[in-house]
């Protein structure tokens, strides 16, 4: 089993930058598929960017694809996204998910969830 906690979300102006953090616990995550997904204010969730246990191949929404990178630390067991060039339209509840496939951008393929971090862009 795998547990995340996210951290690193706020208050930021258009243009700014944030930081997000998961810290994942448990033996099988240097195993796992890390994704990141958001769900605005009466929005449904969405796909962020998902990278693979390698860190070697990493995926992206058009919708952040330049301005968003996710990266990870298996040592410490920690998946980051690193969010430039932040628009009024980020603003959501961010979560990382931890999963199996390589590359799946859907929710349902992804076993174990964070409680999400806010992320409030003022424009």
């Known amino acids: 089993q795998v547990q995340l906690v996210e951290s690193g979300g706020g208050l930021v102006q258009a243009g700014g930058s944030l930081r997000l953090s998961c810290a994942g616990s448990g033996r099988t995550f240097r195993g796992s598929v890390m994704g990141w997904f958001r769900r605005a204010p009466g929005k449904e969730r969405e796909f962020v960017a998902t990278?693979?246990?390698?860190?070697?191949?990493?995926y992206y929404a058009d919708s952040v694809k330049g301005r968003f990178t996710i990266s990870r630390d298996n040592a410490k067991s920690m998946v980051y996204l690193q969010m430039n060039s932040l628009k009024a339209e980020d603003t959501a509840v961010y979560y990382c998910?931890?999963?199996?496939?390589?590359?799946?951008?859907?929710?349902?393929?992804?076993?174990?969830w964070g409680h999400g971090t806010q992320v409030t862009v003022s424009s």
């Open positions: 990278i693979t246990w390698s860190g070697g191949s990493t």
């Open positions: 998910a931890a999963g199996t496939s390589a590359g799946v951008r859907v929710g349902s393929a992804y076993d174990y």
